[in-house]
């Protein structure tokens, strides 16, 4: 809850960052887990 509050004290360009960084890391990890398991079923 405290990083979220320190995140709203953001300016916008450091906001739309933060937001890509977070978006990568969860395309990576939906792309990790979605590629494991396709490899299982091989």
């Known amino acids: 809850m405290?990083?979220?509050k320190l995140m709203q004290?953001?300016?916008d360009?450091?906001?739309q960052t933060v937001m890509k960084i977070?978006?990568?890391r969860l395309t990576k990890?939906?792309?990790k887990d979605f590629f494991n398991?396709?490899?299982a079923a091989l």
């Open 9 to 11: 004290q953001l300016d």
């Open 2 to 4: 405290e990083q979220f």
């Open 29 to 31: 990890s939906k792309f």
């Open 22 to 24: 977070i978006n990568t």
């Open 37 to 39: 398991k396709n490899i």
């Open 13 to 15: 360009e450091d906001k």
